[in-house]
C-alpha cells in the first residue's frame, strides 16, 4: 500500500478517535456512553468480526507462522512480569504491574486501526495472532493477580476459578463456534452470515469513537516511573520479536504489508482487562487507567511508524532489534528503581476495614492516599488519575456484578465520572470498571 493512502486512512481513524474525545469534552457523550459502547463491542460487534473471520480464513503456513509469533510474544511478556516481581515491592504493587504485563489490546485498538490500513487481510492475520493473545489476557493474566496478591496462600483450584468465567465470553464462543464448523467441514447459514455482516461493519468506527469518549491525558508524578518501566519492557521486548519476525519473514512466506500487520498486533497497548482485574483484586485502579491511557498514546504514535516503515528493507531488522535491546534495558533500570510504594486498592479504607458494598465501581483511595493528598495532593503530567483530595469514594465489594458495564453511578461528594479511565491517587473517579468478561482488550 501507497505510504500516501496508508497516512490517509490513519488520519481518517485518528479523526474519528478525536471526534468521540470532542463529544466528550462539550458534553454530548461521557464515561457511561464509553462504556456503553464497549459493552456492544464486546457483545455484539466484535463476536460478528471472529466470527465471519475465522469461518472464512484459510489455515496455511503463514497462518501458522503469525500464531507462532503471538505464542512467542506470550512467552516474552510472561517473562517481562517477572521483572517487578522484587522482594521489596508490595504484594498489590507487583499484582498490577506483573498482571498489566501480559496480553495486549488488540479487540479496541488494533483491529480497527489495522483494518483501516491494512484491510480485511491484515485484520484477518490480527484475528490469528489474537486468538493465541486471548490465552493471555483471561488465563494466565488473572493467575498473575491472584498468586501476587495471595503470595503463599495462593491456590490454584480458586485461580482457576476466576478464570472459568472469562472462557463464557461472547468473543470466545463465537470464534469456537467458527472453528467447529470449519472441522466439521460446514459454511455459517446464509441467514447468520447476512446478519453478522451488519454487525460487523460497525465495529470499526464504534471501537474508535469509544477510545475517543475514554481517553483521558492525565498521568500521577510519583506514577511515572512504573509506567515507563512497564512500557519500555513490553515494546522492548514486542520490538525484538519483530525484529526477529522481520529478518525470518521471507523465509516464513510473509509479505511486507503482512509483517507490518503483525508488528502493529505486536505493538498493541495494555488491555482494557487490566482496569477490570485491579477492581476485582483491590489493586491500584488509577495505575492501571494510567498504564491503559500512556499505552493507548504510545502504541498509536508507533502505529504511525510502523504503517510508514518499509520491512522489506534488511537494515529493519537490526533496528527493531537494537531499539528493542535498548528499550529492554531502560525498563529493567526502571523497574529495579521503582521505590516499593502503599498499595492503593480501588476500594481499601483502611486495615482490616471496610466500606459497605456497592453496585457500581468507584476508584476508592487508600487511607494512606487521601492523607498525603490533604497535605497538597498530587503532582499531575498527562495520561492518568488526578484532581480534587477532598472527593470520597465508596467502597466496592469484589464480584462479578461490580465490575459491570454502566451499572450504577458514581458515589462522590464533588462531580464524579466525568473524566475517562482515571483514578486513584489524587481522587479523581473512575468509571465503572468493564465486565470481568470482556475479552478482545
Known amino acids: 500500500m501507497a505510504l500516501g493512502e496508508a497516512n490517509a486512512r490513519l488520519l481518517l481513524a485518528l479523526s474519528t478517535i478525536s471526534f468521540g474525545y470532542f463529544l466528550r469534552r462539550i458534553g454530548l457523550a461521557d464515561v457511561d456512553a464509553g462504556k ?43 517473562g517481562v512480569s517477572l521483572a517487578f516481581r522484587d522482594a521489596g515491592r508490595a504484594p498489590k504493587g507487583v499484582a498490577i504491574l506483573a498482571g498489566s504485563a501480559v496480553g495486549v489490546n488488540l479487540g479496541t485498538f488494533c483491529y480497527p486501526l489495522v483494518e483501516a490500513v491494512w484491510g480485511a487481510q491484515g485484520l484477518g492475520r490480527v484475528v490469528l495472532f489474537d486468538a493465541v493473545n486471548q490465552w493471555s489476557l483471561l488465563v494466565v493474566a488473572p493467575l498473575i493477580y491472584a498468586r501476587a496478591v495471595a503470595g503463599d496462600a495462593f491456590s490454584l483450584r480458586d485461580g482457576l476459578a476466576k478464570v472459568r468465567n472469562q472462557l463464557l465470553s461472547p468473543c470466545l464462543l463465537a470464534m469456537f463456534a467458527a472453528v467447529a464448523l470449519r472441522v466439521a467441514g460446514l459454511d455459517l447459514p446464509a441467514p447468520v452470515a447476512t446478519f453478522a455482516s451488519s ?24 506514577q511515572i516511573r512504573d509506567v515507563g518501566a512497564l512500557l519500555a519492557l513490553r515494546y522492548g521486548a514486542s520490538f525484538a520479536l519483530g525484529g526477529a519476525l522481520a529478518a525470518s519473514a521471507a523465509a516464513l512466506g510473509l509479505a511486507p504489508a503482512l509483517v507490518g500487520a503483525v508488528m502493529a498486533a505486536l505493538i498493541s497497548p495494555v488491555p482494557l482487562l487490566t482496569v477490570t482485574y485491579a477492581v476485582e483484586y483491590e489493586c491500584d485502579v488509577g495505575l492501571a487507567a494510567a498504564l491503559v491511557n500512556a499505552g493507548n498514546f504510545c502504541s498509536f504514535g508507533l502505529l504511525l511508524a510502523v504503517a510508514n516503515a518499509d520491512f522489506a528493507r534488511p537494515d529493519a531488522a537490526v533496528a527493531l532489534t537494537v531499539a528493542g535491546a535498548a528499550l529492554c534495558v531502560l525498563g529493567r533500570w526502571l523497574a529495579a528503581g521503582s521505590a516499593p510504594k502503599e498499595d492503593r486498592s480501588s476500594g481499601s479504607i483502611g486495615d482490616g476495614q471496610r466500606g459497605p458494598p456497592s453496585r457500581g465501581v468507584a476508584a476508592g483511595a487508600t487511607r494512606t492516599t487521601r492523607d498525603a493528598a490533604e497535605a497538597g495532593g498530587a503532582t499531575r503530567l498527562g495520561f492518568g488519575g488526578g484532581g480534587s483530595a477532598r472527593r470520597r469514594f465508596a467502597r466496592v465489594a469484589p464480584s462479578a456484578d461490580a465490575a459491570r458495564v454502566g451499572r450504577a453511578p458514581m458515589r462522590a461528594r464533588g462531580r464524579a465520572g466525568k473524566g475517562g479511565l482515571r483514578a486513584g491517587g489524587g481522587g479523581r473517579a473512575m468509571p465503572a470498571a468493564f465486565p470481568p468478561r470482556v475479552v478482545f482488550g
Open 199 to 222: 454487525l460487523a461493519v460497525a465495529n470499526k468506527p464504534l471501537a474508535l469513537i469509544a477510545l475517543g469518549v475514554l481517553f483521558e491525558p492525565k498521568l500521577e508524578l510519583e
Open 36 to 78: 456503553a459502547l464497549l459493552k456492544i463491542l464486546f457483545n455484539a460487534t466484535l463476536p460478528s468480526v471472529l466470527l465471519l473471520t475465522f469461518a472464512t480464513l484459510t489455515f496455511d503456513a503463514t497462518s501458522a507462522a503469525v500464531m507462532m509469533c503471538a505464542l512467542a510474544q506470550a512467552v516474552l511478556l510472561y
